[in-house]
């Protein structure tokens, strides 16, 4: 089956830096993409990476490593804004017609 | 400002009936999606359609339907025969169905049985 695992819950303090981890298991596989959706409202997209590495965005980084299919979302210098749920997707391939298959996602709580 | 408008915020189906969500798009996206998302879970697909005229299942097709007629809109049909309809629907869009582009959002509507 295909499955996308990642916490349920982080509790940080502001001005930290916190890491949200995602494991998936799909039947293909073409990027893990990284949303944000804060109570209520829409999701809004973070990022994407395709290939193994680290990606930079202002505070927030992105990691994948495709043999362990493995990745995750890094939040530096935290602020309370960023509480949110963060959902990770991939974008599979084969019968599921390169839709993206989404995480649960992690609550990501921060604490002044 | 281009974006996802969906409509109505809330919406209250009583037994039997069949309820429409609106969702329209100025972004010229080709593509746009349906999804479903149950408290304390992801997004699951309900339809998605990669141009104007064609549209495929999702994971969650039955009990739903939608038309593609044209580019700018793809309303979803909650019918009588979805029996758990109690959820946030949220539309997006993306340039189209491909690997690395980005779904917008709309604010979704929240969908309650009376």
């Known amino acids: 089956g295909q499955s996308l695992e990642q916490p349920s819950e982080v509790t940080a303090v502001e001005g930290a830096i916190v890491q949200i981890n995602c494991t998936y298991q799909t039947s293909g596989f073409y990027g893990l993409s990284w949303y944000q959706q804060h109570d209520g409202g829409a999701p809004t997209f973070l990022s994407y990476?395709?290939l193994d590495g680290l990606e930079e965005t202002g505070r927030f980084s992105s990691f994948l490593s495709r043999s362990d299919s493995y990745g995750y979302l890094l939040l530096q210098e935290l602020q309370m804004k960023d509480s949110a749920s963060y959902f990770c997707?991939?974008?599979?391939?084969?019968?599921?017609?390169?839709?993206?298959?989404w995480g649960a996602g992690t609550k990501l709580i921060i604490k002044p | 400002d281009g974006g996802i408008t969906q409509s109505p915020k809330y919406l209250f189906r009583k037994e039997g009936q069949n309820v429409t969500l609106s969702c329209e798009q100025n972004?010229?996206?080709?593509?746009m999606y349906w999804y479903r998302q149950d408290p304390g879970q992801g997004l699951r697909l309900i339809y998605y359609s990669q141009i104007v005229n064609d549209f495929q299942k999702g994971d969650i097709a039955e009990g739903y339907s939608v038309s593609r007629e044209k580019k700018e809109s793809f309303p979803l049909t909650v019918t009588s025969a979805q029996k758990n309809p109690t959820a946030f629907y949220l539309c997006?869009?993306?340039?189209?169905?491909?690997?690395?582009?980005?779904?917008?959002f709309g604010d979704g509507t929240r969908l309650s049985i009376l």
């Open positions: 972004l010229n996206h080709d593509a």
């Open positions: 997707a991939v974008r599979d391939g084969g019968d599921s017609n390169y839709q993206l298959i």
């Open positions: 997006a869009s993306s340039v189209r169905n491909d690997g690395n582009q980005p779904q917008h």
């Open positions: 990476n395709a």
